[in-house]
């Protein structure tokens, strides 16, 4: 399989309407928004999606209008993370048949699988679908991790194309990149404030949650770097990591769907029990954005 996930790919939140149900319109707009921000991809479902609270008909609703927005113009990852292999596969499935160009894979949580039972998960997953398969380590989230070793086995599986992690550890994040640099297989930073750090090592690029609200800053750290301009990617890291630092500002993801609010663009409440961020929060969201000049 010769699909390469790179660049910068937005860890697209899901805009709702104040009855919580997906908001059309808004999705939309915030597809084209990132899109005209010069990123390389969208990652819809996932974590700051909110995939957690969408049934699988809200799911593939996302999924739909995500594909039939983007038009092409730049692959659409979808989220396929569930507890379980079976549901697992259920989502790679509805990816499939909305036209998604590759999934990402949450390891299972609430229950702790081991390093065994991990590979067979994703085998499994992977043995079910055509699409790229992206692995998704999230250790603060989950509670589980792919460790490297497990990574650089299930790198050799033919539709298994990299993986993101989120873990915050660059020694792991390096380390999947090292034990994998021979293969068909390719790292993203999961974290915000690693991107320059990931490209500097090996990596391919990031899945950013801070992208949805800043997409050319954070397209910047990977075009620049491209470019040769590596200077200038770190200092478009150094403005970035403020906003993702922000994150403690309010409980995930209210900080990405509130920064967009601000911004005019319309992205709802997010799903209860996660309530909106106090005034005094806001306050000092708003000086994130105005040092980032993103905001006046």
Do not use: W
């Given at each position: 399989?010769?699909?390469?996930?790179?660049?910068?790919?937005p860890?697209?939140?899901?805009p709702?309407?104040?009855?919580?149900k997906?908001?059309?319109?808004?999705?939309?707009?915030?597809?084209n928004?990132?899109?005209?921000g010069?990123?390389h991809?969208i990652?819809?479902?996932?974590?700051?999606?909110?995939?957690?609270?969408?049934t699988?008909?809200?799911?593939?609703e996302?999924?739909?209008?995500?594909?039939?927005?983007a038009?092409?113009?730049?692959?659409?990852?979808?989220?396929?993370a569930?507890?379980?292999?079976?549901?697992c596969v259920?989502?790679?499935n509805?990816a499939?048949?909305?036209?998604?160009?590759?999934?990402s894979?949450?390891?299972?949580?609430f229950i702790?699988?081991n390093?065994d039972?991990?590979c067979t998960h994703y085998k499994?997953i992977?043995?079910n679908?055509?699409?790229?398969?992206?692995?998704?380590n999230?250790?603060?989230k989950?509670g589980?991790?792919?460790t490297p070793?497990?990574?650089?086995k299930?790198a050799?599986?033919?539709?298994?194309?990299?993986?993101?992690?989120?873990?915050g550890?660059?020694?792991?994040t390096?380390e999947?990149?090292r034990r994998?640099?021979?293969?068909?297989?390719y790292?993203?930073?999961?974290?915000d404030?690693?991107i320059?750090a990931?490209?500097?090592?090996?990596?391919?690029?990031?899945i950013a949650?801070?992208?949805n609200?800043?997409?050319?800053?954070?397209?910047d750290?990977?075009?620049?770097?491209v470019?040769?301009?590596?200077k200038g990617?770190l200092?478009a890291?150094?403005?970035l990591a403020?906003?993702?630092i922000?994150f403690?500002?309010?409980?995930?993801?209210?900080?990405i769907?509130?920064?967009?609010?601000?911004?005019?663009?319309?992205?709802g409440p997010?799903?209860d029990p996660?309530?909106?961020?106090?005034?005094?929060?806001?306050?000092?969201?708003k000086?994130?954005?105005i040092?980032m000049?993103?905001?006046?």
């Amino acid at each position: 399989m010769n699909f390469v996930p790179k660049g910068i790919l937005p860890a697209m939140v899901t805009p709702l309407t104040k009855e919580g149900k997906v908001n059309e319109k808004a999705l939309r707009k915030l597809v084209n928004y990132l899109i005209d921000g010069g990123i390389h991809g969208i990652f819809a479902a996932g974590t700051t999606g909110e995939f957690y609270g969408l049934t699988k008909e809200e799911h593939k609703e996302v999924l739909q209008i995500t594909i039939d927005e983007a038009k092409g113009r730049v692959p659409v990852y979808a989220g396929a993370a569930a507890i379980t292999t079976k549901e697992c596969v259920e989502l790679a499935n509805i990816a499939e048949e909305c036209g998604a160009d590759a999934i990402s894979v949450l390891t299972p949580f609430f229950i702790t699988p081991n390093q065994d039972q991990l590979c067979t998960h994703y085998k499994t997953i992977a043995d079910n679908t055509k699409l790229p398969v992206l692995l998704y380590n999230n250790l603060p989230k989950t509670g589980v991790t792919i460790t490297p070793a497990t990574a650089e086995k299930l790198a050799d599986i033919d539709n298994i194309v990299g993986i993101k992690d989120s873990s915050g550890d660059f020694t792991l994040t390096g380390e999947y990149i090292r034990r994998t640099r021979d293969k068909n297989f390719y790292v993203l930073a999961g974290r915000d404030t690693l991107i320059h750090a990931a490209l500097c090592y090996g990596g391919t690029g990031s899945i950013a949650a801070c992208a949805n609200v800043a997409p050319r800053l954070c397209a910047d750290i990977y075009d620049k770097y491209v470019a040769g301009d590596v200077k200038g990617s770190l200092e478009a890291q150094y403005m970035l990591a403020p906003l993702r630092i922000g994150f403690a500002l309010g409980t995930f993801p209210t900080v990405i769907k509130e920064s967009l609010e601000l911004l005019g663009i319309e992205a709802g409440p997010c799903m209860d029990p996660v309530g909106p961020m106090s005034t005094e929060e806001k306050e000092q969201l708003k000086k994130v954005l105005i040092q980032m000049e993103l905001l006046k």
